[in-house]
């Protein structure tokens, strides 16, 4: 950059990651308790966007069964843009294991909470689980993936209806 712009001009920065995230003190007992979780089991933490995202949101509904009948916990974030839809297939269902809401107010305890993350790829949730460091599996569109294909190849990638999901494990800066 300095052959272009001077030296003192020049500044490092990279995307911004909400400051509670990063100095959240956080219990896991706080974060069970906020979402009405039990300890003892693995908890996933789906993140569909806080517009919501379709692919991500569907398959969840189309294997509602079987999340119910595994000894897991699910906090579901499905977006704004699909809560409607979600709340009328479910109606009035309740479930032991599943908490799902359109946007989580509170993400330091809903990443506190999480064993495994399951999420879009956008830049800004890239940032801020790359300082959390918990295993996440990436939900890439498919665009987006023919863009990375061109640089680098992913053999572990595994398609998914219209996304590609790579799985890896984030460790804290």
Known sequence: MEKFFPANKIILSGNPVREELLNSAASSEEAYSYFGLRAGSRVILILGGSLGARTINFSVLKHIELIEKEDIQVIWQTGKLY?????E???????KNIRYMDFINRM??????????VSRAGAGTISELCCIGKPVIWCL??????????KTPWPWCKRMQHYWCATMKLSKP
């Open 83 to 87: 809560r409607d839809m979600i709340r």
């Open 89 to 95: 297939k479910l109606g009035d269902r309740e479930f």
């Open 108 to 117: 330091d305890l809903a990443y506190t909470a999480a064993d495994v993350i």
């Open 141 to 150: 569109h498919q665009t987006w993936l023919r863009i990375i294909r061109q």
